[in-house]
Structures are given as structure tokens and as C-alpha cells.
């Protein structure tokens, strides 16, 4: 096992030994199969990684790892409400399959458990851990607020798009990997210098989100192309096409929000003006751009490049992901 | 000034120093708006007179006070979506003037903002105080999912009505008076007797409440006297008659579910049968067996008669309320 899975395996180790109370049964259920759905677990490897690359004792670091895993699944949670997301990894979501005051009761929960986890770690950590922790939560929810002002508005700048996933997505990395340093004891310059490579790591996969959902290799039972096209979702490639084409972009804006024709006509429609105005080679400069950026505050950071290999081989290969 | 005002003026300028963000609006305004509609501000007081009980600084205590009052409106905020309540404190509930994905979001950030505020004390109470603090608010959830589940069940038990209300209610008065204990460097022994002391006084609250709900004084701008009647709401008097009736409950749990009288006609009915089973008195026994419970856990801590006075006495002018 090299050291990425070694970690891995001890994520989902500590994930199995996670047991909740029987009762209230319609407030633990809930919690108990949003876990079991899985996912990357990428956060909490985060947390672990960057601990150990600082040099700190994993074990240290394994039960935020988890908390902070938690907080984003009930985040997830509370998000499939608003969004009215019927599916979440292929399964029901906890919304549908219970109702909506179930979902919000166990996310709440799920909160309050995540903050117990944050909790067991270096006592001369934790202070700093849980702060940084809701200090996270807090732009967290800031940034789907703007998600949801968005939809509503038609005058978004790529600068506040740019805010919004750095809200809604890149704190969360960040502060995964800010969490593993302080408490492997790091500095203040490398904590620091770790948060911003995490803030620039998430700005370059959300974009890589928003670019795969359109230009991405289709797996066998993946998700359908376009489905941010289809729903009108205003992500990057539509905001570049929009400021591009100034203001003759009023016949790609009515398209794009328009839900009248069939969804693969839509879908093929503005992929074309994506190709005419270059949108994927602007999205994979951007991309790059951040990517960069990111690899110059590892640098920074006062340990060997041997030291920080590790980590950058790993976000290496969720950079090169083409679906 | 007599120490209770005192302290009573150091939570609402506390509470007027609190500046929240002005963005994004639809987070913040919500969470001002909660704030402005007031209350009583018990529990911070709790925290506040538990501290200056035990001879600590309640320096150290007014951040946790504060946190403890975001999180305690954190969850009236949820629970009014659960509930559909329109309105809280005579004033429009925050889902109804905004909308349900509004009153998620801000009740996820006041949590947030809650457990920040937790961490603002003595540096050796802080991991004490915040594991309380979210161990107190998985109990609250689950009594909340009790609440709902009970509004389904038809078999519930006087004992479990009495463990839904201590969760519900009950525990985080008792964690107010164990955060101030705690902060102000208590003994593990005191700190369990104000425990109790808050789970006896909260359960005597509770029941005071569904008491003055039927019983009560009607005050000339007050609630209309029984709306849990008029709602059907399970209290513990419902169920003391239910118990004592035996087989020849159905008729009342007909009528108590009923939606189909007048609601003064029903509250009449209702409290004619409340009459005949002396529910009043036997409301007001198990309410003074708990008060003289909770006296009873006070006598235990480790201070003279005189260092527990204030709080005997602010407790005791909450519980002769007859409105």
C-alpha cells in the first residue's frame, strides 16, 4: 500500500467503528445511510495527509478527519433540500426518502456530532481546530446562499462566481488541510501557506467540475453530459460566453435558461457556442492558472519538496481526472 | 440594581454589541431579525448567575451565555419549519417572512456562529464547555424527533413524555448552569448537582407550561388559553387523564384529536374532564416534586445556603408565574 491508501483504509476503518444510537430511529437512519453512500472520503485525506506531512501524529488527527467529513455530508444533507435534489450518488436522498423536517433534523445532528469530533485532538489544538472548523461552516453557508441568490440573478460577474465556489467549495479543502498542519503543530506562515494552496486545489476542481460536466469523458453509468446545461446552472463556461459576447449575449442567456426544448437539442445548442468562443481552452487556462497557483504556495511551505511529494502527486492525479 | 438586573443588563448589551455581516442579505437578516424578537434570555442568565455562584468571572462566561442563546434560537428557527408555525413571539417566524431554504441556511450559520462563541473563555474550560455544548445539542434534536414522533404515536407513556420534554427542553437549562459551573473552575461533583438541578427545574417548567396553558391567568394580550387543547398536543395532562381513564379514554382521545368543533367548544369539553380527574392538582404535585427535586440537588453543592440564594430565588419567581 503506498501511503495515500494507507490512509485511506484507516478513513474508512474509522468510519466503520462509527456507531449510532438506535433511537429516535427517524433521526439516526437518516445519518446512518447518507454515510453508507459513500463518496471520496477526499477531506478527511486531506486531514490526514497534510498532518503527516508536517510531521504530526496522524492518530492526532483521524477524529476531526471524520468530523469534518461529517460536517459536508450534512451539508449535502441541507443542500438536496434547497436544491431539491431527488438523487445524491446514485440513491434516494435522505429529503425524498424521509421528508424534509427528517433531513433537516439529522443534518442539524450531524453538525453537532461533527463538532464532538473536532473536538479529540491535541488539547493544545483544539481551540484553533474548532474555530477554524465553524469559522469554515459559516463561509460554507454563505457560500450556497450566493449559489441560491444566483439563480435569481442575471448580472453575476465571473469575480462573484469565483467568490461563491471559493465559499461553497475551497474553504472546506482548505481548512481540511489547515486542520491536519495545526495539528501536527506547523507554523503559522505554513498553516497559512497550506489553507491557500487548499483555496486554490478547490477553485481548479470546482472549475474542473463545471468543465467535465460538459467536455468530460462519458463513463459507461456516469452522469449525463450537459446536466448543468439543462438546468440552467450558471457555472464559468456560461459566465465566459456571456462576457465575451457582451451584449450580444441576450439569445445565449435565453437559451441557456430555457427548459422548452428537447434537453440533448439544448444541450448540443450551446455547446456550439461554447466551441465558437474557445470556452474549454478559456476553462482549462483558468484551471491551470489556480493549479499553479497552488503548486507556488506548496513551495513555500519550509519543508523538503521530498516532504510535500506526496500530497502533490495525489492532487495531481484528481487534477488529471477527464470524466 | 439587585445582581439578577445586573446580569440580565450584561446579556442585552452583549446581545446589542453582536454585528452581524451585511452579506449575503438572505443569511443575515434572518438571524438580526430572530435576535430583535427578543425572549427572555433565560438560559444566558443561567450561565451567567451559575459562574458568579461558583466565584468565577463572568467575564469569562458572556461569550458561552451568548452562544448558548444563538444556538437555543437556532433551533426555534428549525423547529418552526417542522412545526409550520407561523408565528414566534407574536411576530411572523422567519420561514413564513422568508421562505423554508432561507430558515435552513441562517439556522445552520447561527449553530455555526454559536459554537464559535462556546470557545470565547478560560482556555482550560474550553473543551469541557464545548463538548457540553454539542452533546447538549444531539439531546435537543432527539427530543425534537420524540416531539414529532409522539404527534403519530397513540400509545405514548407518561414516562416517555417526561424523557421528550427533559431532552427537548430541559437538558440545555441544565447545560446553561453546568457551562457557568464548568467556566468558573466548579468541582466535578458541584458540577453534576447544578445539572440536576436544571434537568429537575426544566422538567417543572415544562409542565408549568402545559399547566398555564389550560390553568393560567389569561394576561390581556396573552395566548389564547388552550391552544395545546385546540392544537390536540400530547401534553402531560392529555395523558394523566388517558392513563387514569384506562378503556374508557377513547372518548376523550376522540375529542382531544378532534378538529372538527368549535375550538372554544373543545377547550370547554377538554377542560371539564380535566375537572372531573383533578388533572389541575395533579399537574401542580408532580411539578413541586420536581421543584423540591431540583431544591434538593441545590442543597448538595458545595456552598453555603446564602452563595445559592440568588439563583433559589430568581428560579423561585419563575416558577409562581401564573400567566
Redesign the interface.
Known amino acids: 500500500m503506498n501511503p495515500i491508501q494507507d490512509l485511506q483504509q484507516r478513513i474508512d476503518d474509522a468510519f466503520g467503528r462509527i456507531q449510532f444510537p438506535a433511537h429516535?430511529a427517524?433521526?439516526y437512519d437518516p445519518i446512518t445511510y447518507t454515510l453508507g453512500l459513500g463518496g471520496k472520503r477526499l477531506r478527511p485525506l486531506l486531514v490526514l495527509s497534510s498532518c503527516q506531512m508536517f510531521g504530526g501524529d496522524t492518530s492526532d488527527a483521524i477524529n476531526p478527519a471524520i468530523g469534518i467529513e461529517l460536517f459536508h455530508n450534512f451539508t449535502l444533507l441541507?443542500d438536496d433540500?434547497?436544491d431539491e435534489a431527488p438523487l445524491r450518488r446514485g440513491k434516494e436522498t435522505v429529503y425524498k426518502k424521509w421528508n424534509?423536517?427528517v433531513a433537516?433534523?439529522a443534518?442539524?445532528?450531524m453538525?453537532?456530532?461533527a463538532?464532538?469530533f473536532m473536538?479529540r485532538t491535541r488539547?493544545q489544538a483544539?481551540?484553533q481546530v474548532?474555530?477554524l472548523?465553524?469559522?469554515t461552516?459559516?463561509e460554507v453557508?454563505?457560500g450556497?446562499?450566493?449559489d441560491?441568490?444566483y439563480e435569481k440573478r442575471q448580472d453575476i460577474t465571473i469575480a462573484e462566481y469565483i467568490e461563491m465556489i471559493r465559499l461553497k467549495t475551497a474553504v472546506l479543502l482548505a481548512a481540511s488541510l489547515k486542520t491536519g498542519a495545526i495539528i501536527a503543530g506547523a507554523g503559522a506562515a505554513d498553516c497559512d501557506y497550506i489553507y491557500q494552496f487548499g483555496i486554490n486545489i478547490g477553485l481548479a476542481f470546482q472549475l474542473k467540475d463545471d468543465l467535465l460536466d460538459v467536455f468530460g469523458i462519458q463513463e459507461k453509468f456516469g452522469k449525463v453530459s450537459g446536466g448543468d446545461i439543462i438546468a440552467g446552472k450558471k457555472t464559468y463556461l456560461y459566465l465566459k460566453v456571456l462576457e465575451s459576447a457582451g451584449q450580444h449575449g441576450e439569445y445565449f442567456r435565453k437559451l441557456y435558461a430555457s427548459h422548452d426544448m428537447e434537453s440533448s437539442e439544448k444541450v448540443t445548442k450551446v455547446k456550439e457556442i461554447f466551441n465558437q468562443m474557445n470556452i474549454e481552452q478559456h476553462t482549462r487556462k483558468l484551471i491551470d492558472e489556480y493549479y499553479q497557483k497552488a503548486l507556488n504556495e506548496l513551495s513555500c511551505i519550509s519543508l523538503s519538496s521530498e516532504a510535500t511529494d506526496s500530497l502533490k502527486e495525489y492532487t495531481e492525479g484528481l487534477m488529471e481526472r477527464e470524466n
Open positions: 429516535p427517524d433521526l441541507h433540500i434547497m424534509s423536517n433537516i433534523l443534518g442539524d445532528t453538525f453537532a456530532i463538532n464532538k473536538l488539547s483544539i481551540s474548532v474555530e472548523f465553524n469559522q461552516a459559516i453557508c454563505e450556497q446562499q450566493y441560491m441568490d
